[in-house]
């Protein structure tokens, strides 16, 4: 309740930004203590509390937001990293657990999932992006065209979720193809209904590359925490627009 009233608060404040949901029809205000004027309109808090649909700290490490708006600081590099398999893919140590307890849940149900991508270094990514742009120049494409084409497949270095550690790649142990028709598989559907209560959000839906600057990857997780994650994924936007940064 206490929560719903923020909500409604924060909505009748004059700060309130334009939600597509009608969050106010379901603030139960009960006429308790609300000071109500008497043309019906209610005085502003004196304290504006948090939107209980947003984040409650957008400051937390597991918000931190990586695109070509934001680059990640120069050089950034996870506190700590753990390693997750065999052969030696990473991921922020502090979603090694989340992670390992949502591939456990998934096998429960039948589903395989694979990481295939975790942690990338700016280097690595740095490698991988002057790699595509000589493959581009000895195609024959200019410089220009060559530089174009690279930046609309490939984040350039600093601005990669994968250097945040926080993101994953996620494949059907029977689809390895990152392609849009890894979103039919069992495993994509599975971590469609399921990832939030393990604090994981499909980081680029379908119809919001304009967004995210980054086109529809059904495989590409990435860790938020479960409370952020479930209002993220319930309300079906992506991590720019719950940060007020769309
Ligand atoms: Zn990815």
Not at 160 to 188: F, K, R
Not at 193 to 221: C, M, N, Q, V
Request: negative net charge; charged residues 25%; glycine residues 10%.
């Amino acid at each position: 309740l206490a929560l719903a009233l923020a909500a409604g608060w924060y909505l009748r404040g004059a700060l309130a930004p334009a939600r597509p949901q009608d969050t106010l029809s379901e603030a139960p205000l009960d006429g308790g203590d609300e000071a109500e004027g008497i043309d019906g309109t209610i005085d502003e808090p004196k304290t504006q509390p948090a939107d209980a649909d947003g984040p409650a700290d957008p400051t937390l490490w597991s918000l931190m937001l990586a695109n070509t708006q934001h680059p990640l600081p120069d050089g950034y590099v996870p506190p700590q990293l753990a390693e997750m398999d065999k052969e030696g893919r990473q991921l922020d140590a502090r979603i090694a657990g989340p992670f390992r307890e949502m591939v456990a849940a998934a096998e429960k149900d039948g589903c395989h999932l694979v990481l295939t991508s975790g942690y990338r270094s700016e280097e690595r990514q740095k490698e991988l992006y002057v790699q595509m742009l000589r493959d581009y120049l000895s195609m024959g494409y200019g410089a220009a065209g060559a530089w174009d084409a690279t930046k609309s497949l490939r984040n350039i270095p600093g601005t990669s979720e994968h250097q945040t550690g926080l993101a994953a790649d996620i494949v059907s142990a029977g689809y390895w193809t990152l392609d849009e028709g890894y979103a039919d598989t069992a495993e994509a559907k599975w971590l469609v209904k399921h990832a939030a209560e393990y604090g994981f959000i499909l980081r680029y839906p379908k119809d919001k590359t304009e967004i995210t600057g980054t086109s529809y990857e059904p495989w590409h997780y990435r860790y938020v925490g479960v409370e952020d994650a479930k209002k993220i994924m319930a309300r079906g936007i992506t991590l720019e627009e719950y940060l007020g940064e769309a």
